[in-house]
Structures are given as C-alpha cells and as structure tokens.
C-alpha cells in the first residue's frame, strides 16, 4: 500500500516560469492537502480538496497560486510566474476523513527559484 | 502572537537524558492536539496525539493542560535516532493543522 506520492521531489525554476507540483494520495484517500514549508519556519496549510472539489483554500496565496484534484490522476499544485519567496518546501498530506484524525504526509516537492 | 508557540532550541543533550520540549497554543477553541517529528529534509511524521488525561508510548510522554492551553512532550533515556525537530500540532476540528515552527533535539553520545 504505497503511501502518499509526491513529484518531483526537486524542481528548480527560474523567476517567472510555472512550477507544477503533483501529490497522488494513499489509496483509498479522497481528501488531500496543501502545506507550505518556508526556510526555518513551520509548516502552513494552503488548502484543502476533495475529489474536483475545493473545499477551503483560505492560506493559499491570492495571485499566481491554484490547485486542482481531478477525477481521474493526482492533484496538482500550480505555482504561475514564480518568485524567490516560492522558494519552499510543498508538503501534500492525505487522509481518508477530513482533518482532525490521521492524516500522512508525502515526502514533499522542494522548489527553488533562481 | 503565533498560534502555536515553540521554544526553537536546539536543545544538545547526551545519550540517555530526559529533555521536555514545551508549547503553548493561543486558541481556546482547539480541541486535538499532536506531536510531530520531522527530520532534515523530511516530511513531518506523527509521533503521538495528545490526550488531556496525558498519555505514554515507551519513552514519550505528552501532556496537555486546557486550562494554561499548554502541551508538553517528555523524551526518557534520549538515543541518538531521536535527533530531530519535534514540532507541536494543534487542530481547531476544521480541515487544517496548525504546526508550530518545532523544537530541535540534537542527541550526541
């Protein structure tokens, strides 16, 4: 049973392109989410989706970020016109309810920007 | 005020000490609380949830008083594998967790 998925591990982009992060939950999951990990600071949640549903996206950025979980194939973290200050850490984290019992973590997407 | 407030650390202790990390939330409404443990470059992994009656698993202890909004987490007889960064998780019954920015435990022999 593999656990959460996430690529690519590592990307590198330069100021202004887009960053595509991609998380495919643990079997069974419907519920995923987002959370930011900036240099020597805690994690911070981003949002939260369910099945193509957004479901509360209150510590995503207002500009150049979205995220999507389709039907069918993994979510994904669209990062547009990156800046340095993207330069992070992007956990993905699944669970089969909402938050507040277990959820796992995947072993994150580390963006640098230059 | 942070949410979730942690002492950064790091705390260097020897093999078989007892080191507390402690961790004060600003949130009365909180209503689950965790610890996580994240090595470098690692996804943060559950260690324990936190029960107000306290509750133990081998060598870690977790406490949780409501009332000073206050968790603890208790590490007996460290190994060198417990080296870290311990990080205190509290949930609102919403959809997010709210980490704190995490302690560090450097364990030397």
């Known amino acids: 049973n593999a656990g959460v998925m996430q690529n690519p591990r590592h990307l590198v982009r330069r100021r202004g392109q887009e960053a595509r992060l991609r998380c495919s939950p643990m079997?069974?999951?419907?519920?995923v989410y987002w959370y930011r990990q900036l240099p020597e600071e805690g994690l911070k949640f981003m949002v939260y989706l369910q099945k193509e549903n957004i479901i509360d996206e209150s510590g995503m950025p207002k500009e150049r970020f979205s995220a999507e979980f389709p039907k069918e194939g993994p979510s994904i973290l669209r990062i547009q016109q990156v800046v340095r200050g993207d330069s992070a850490a992007y956990f993905c984290?699944?669970?089969?309810?909402?938050?507040?019992?277990?959820?796992?973590f995947g072993e994150g997407s580390w963006l640098t920007v230059v | 005020r942070k949410e979730v407030e942690q002492d950064p650390g790091p705390f260097n202790v020897p093999e078989g000490a007892t080191v507390a990390f402690n961790c004060t939330y600003s949130?009365?409404?909180?209503?689950?609380f965790f610890w996580y443990r994240q090595d470098c470059r690692k996804e943060p992994k559950l260690l324990m949830s936190v029960y107000s009656s306290g509750n133990e698993d081998g060598r870690f202890t977790a406490q949780l008083n409501r009332a000073s909004q206050y968790i603890s987490l208790l590490i007996r007889d460290s190994k060198l594998s417990d080296s870290a960064t311990y990080l205190c998780v509290v949930n609102k019954n919403t959809d997010k967790l709210i980490f704190g920015t995490g302690t560090r435990l450097q364990v030397f022999p």
């Open positions: 949130n009365s409404a909180s209503q689950s």
């Open positions: 984290a699944s669970s089969s309810q909402p938050a507040g019992n277990t959820i796992y």
């Open positions: 079997k069974g999951h419907s519920h």
